[in-house]
């Protein structure tokens, strides 16, 4: 799975369950390309971040929604970074509301990392949300695989994304999304400018979102890859109907 690479991070010196952001601070400055080298060539072809792409490395880090403030002030304010990798933590919606006000005015982070935390998206972080992807005109990389989001945190992103022109890859796997949730973020992605991928697998949908997913197929101009797998019968008539639709638009389908 492509989202892997960005929870890939036994090639650096992460401290594991400890609150010493000094350690950290050699993190800095690391290439995401060596991320890539454990994947296919075919992965590599169809995404790989410019050697110039680095961040603080603050996954598995036992971080909590209170010590966000800290970690902005003492090190995201001070060195320009083109990624925040946060995976593996236990960041709620709460936290990620405190991340929002430093993002918004934020012209450097290109890829925001927070799979395997604890994000909702519920009505509390609705609003910031929508103002983040609104105004933020730089990240690219949306990373919330492995997290706590709903049908609920699905219509907020969807909500939210249809205000937004940066935006390529939105990665939603292993979350609890439904059709419902489904209908309401394609709706907010429909005719996006941007977005070349997007990861759906492993979430709760029924051969009901295959229609959906072809009407939206369809609309799309940018998207090159589409992961749905986990979810469908290969050999289901509806699942090949879209297989074929990807094929004649030149899009990887994942099944």
């Not at 890859?225 to 109907?241: A, H, K, T, V």
Request: charged share 20%; net charge negative; with cysteine.
């Amino acid at each position: 799975m492509l989202e892997n690479i960005w929870n890939f991070a036994n090639h650096k010196q992460v401290g594991s369950s400890s609150h010493n952001h000094d350690r950290k601070c050699d993190l800095a400055n690391h290439s995401f390309s060596d991320m890539f080298q454990k994947e296919s060539s075919d992965t590599r072809e169809f995404y790989s971040p410019p050697l110039s792409d680095y961040g603080f490395q603050f996954a598995y880090s036992s971080i909590s929604d209170q010590d966000i403030p800290q970690l902005l002030k003492q090190f995201l304010q001070s060195t320009p970074q083109q990624a925040l990798l946060l995976a593996h933590n236990h960041i709620t919606d709460q936290g990620f509301m405190e991340l929002v006000a430093f993002l918004k005015e934020n012209t450097t982070i290109k890829h925001l990392i927070l799979s395997h935390n604890a994000l909702s998206f519920n009505e509390f972080a609705k609003a910031g949300l929508a103002d983040l992807l609104k105004v933020n005109r730089f990240i690219g990389w949306l990373v919330f695989n492995h997290n706590d989001i709903s049908d609920l945190g699905a219509k907020h992103l969807g909500l939210a994304l249809a205000h937004n022109k940066s935006v390529k890859h939105l990665v939603l796997s292993h979350n609890y999304i439904t059709d419902r949730g489904l209908t309401d973020l394609l709706a907010g992605l429909n005719h996006h400018p941007t977005l070349e991928s997007l990861f759906l697998a492993n979430n709760q949908l029924s051969l009901e979102a295959l229609p959906l997913l072809m009407t939206f197929v369809a609309q799309q101009s940018c998207l090159k890859r589409l992961d749905i797998s986990g979810q469908f019968d290969p050999f289901d008539p509806l699942l090949i109907d879209l297989k074929k639709q990807c094929e004649l638009k030149g899009i990887r389908l994942h099944y």
